[in-house]
Nanobody, 122 residues
């Protein structure tokens, strides 16, 4: 699976961004999808994930209530709507794909996208 993330940028605290990740190469609906992020000097961490059908989302506690993950299997795309952004959300955001099973650990990811930078100014 090839993953192409987009939608990052610079936003003020309290603002919103929507990330997109377009997939190609395999049957998209066979894959659970997720978003991870890596801040400068820190390890990559789980942000959100969604099952193959889009019916069950999962979130890290740090983003629950502010971020929404969704997917459109007809467009082979997964989204991350980020609202009420905080400076601590600043990171490179990576989309991830895993065959059949939702994963919240970097060790379980089958495919990674290239990352998109999100910067939140205070």
């Amino acid at each position: 699976v090839q993953l192409q993330a987009s939608g990052g940028g610079l936003v003020q605290a309290g603002g919103s961004l929507r990330l997109s990740c377009a997939a190609s190469g395999r049957t998209f609906s066979n894959y659970a999808m997720g978003w991870f992020r890596q801040a400068p000097g820190k390890g990559r961490e789980f942000v959100a994930a969604i099952n193959w059908s889009g019916s069950v989302p999962y979130y890290a506690d740090s983003v629950k209530g502010r971020f929404t993950i969704s997917r459109d299997n007809a467009k082979n795309t997964v989204y991350l709507q980020m609202n009420s952004l905080k400076p601590e959300d600043t990171a490179v955001y990576y989309c991830a794909a895993n065959l059949y099973t939702v994963v919240a650990s970097i060790d379980g990811v089958d495919y990674w996208g290239q990352g998109t930078q999100v910067t939140v100014s205070s």
